[in-house]
């Protein structure tokens, strides 16, 4: 009885995946966030080989925020629009081709932080319309007894993978340098894209009147200032993005900078070679 029970917890634990489009979907997000970690290490790096400037890595990220913010209203309201496997697609492949030019670029010697600048941008903007996306398609893989039971396991596989994807890419890049582990990572992306292609289509909703893109994002805005719990879970999402999640992106410089370590170091510091100058024996 006792084994039977357990048995059920478990398999509550993972009922969404008894869905075929929502299988694919998960699959192809341990391919996405795993290169998603890979490549926060990898450009991290590469601009700070090119650079060695704490002042040149943080506009990188700046250049990469500011169209990520700007551009995630519109992203959001284009979701509720168009073909969400479509746009995730076609947003998996943009990333791919940009990340593929860099890695072309740094292994023929021809990379100039020009070129990062640029991609920084162009991934910003990518990511405006590929998170909204990929967070407002699961309630159109799955029922609506299975959703939070989706959510949870798509936010446990991202979590995972920001903390597995830097850890393994800092010796990846130690063992075959900074160019082959940014083609592994468009390898990555690949196999997500493929995954994607094995989900069925996803019906758009019927909309009742016809507005722009501008005017959804007005009510969007609109709603959420007027509805209590929604405006303190974009509260919440805002805290959290602001002063938490950053953090994770300055990593490799306060490795390399502060506790002078190498990729693998800045992939895993809680090893006892890997001490703080500052700190005592």
């Not at 998960?26 to 290169?35: D, L, T």
């Not at 932080?113 to 405006?128: D, Q």
């Not at 994002?217 to 719990?229: E, F, L, Q, R």
Request: one cysteine or more; proline letters at 4%.
């Amino acid at each position: 009885m006792q084994q039977t029970v357990h048995k059920r917890k478990w398999t509550q634990s993972f009922s969404a995946l008894r869905h075929r489009n929502y299988r694919w979907f998960w699959v192809s997000a341990i391919g996405n966030s795993v290169a998603m970690g890979m490549q926060q290490l990898t450009i991290a790096w590469l601009i700070l080989n090119l650079t060695d400037s704490l002042s040149q890595f943080g506009l990188v990220l700046f250049l990469q925020g500011v169209p990520q913010f700007i551009f995630m209203f519109y992203g959001g309201a284009l979701a509720d629009r168009l073909d969400k496997i479509k746009l995730m697609m076609g947003s998996a492949i943009a990333t791919t081709t940009i990340i593929t030019i860099i890695a072309t670029l740094s292994a023929t010697g021809h990379i100039q932080i020009w070129h990062v600048y640029f991609s920084a941008v162009c991934l910003g903007t990518i990511n405006a319309f590929n998170t909204p996306t990929r967070q407002a398609i699961i309630g159109s893989l799955v029922p609506r007894e299975d959703l939070v039971n989706a959510i949870a396991l798509n936010a446990t596989l991202m979590n995972l993978a920001r903390i597995a994807g830097p850890s393994a890419t800092g010796f990846i890049i130690e063992a075959v340098g900074i160019s082959p582990t940014l083609f592994m990572n468009t390898a990555f992306y690949a196999f997500a894209v493929l995954c994607q292609l094995q989900i069925g289509s996803v019906k758009v909703e019927a909309r009742t009147r016809k507005t722009s893109v501008i005017r959804d994002v007005v009510d969007g805005i609109k709603y959420t200032k007027s509805n209590a719990p929604a405006w303190a879970i974009v509260i919440l999402g805002f805290s959290a993005g602001m002063f938490t999640f950053p953090t994770s992106q300055i990593i490799p410089a306060f490795a390399r900078k502060v506790l002078t370590l190498d990729a693998s170091g800045a992939g895993i510091t809680n090893d006892d070679r890997y001490r703080c100058p500052y700190r005592k024996p």
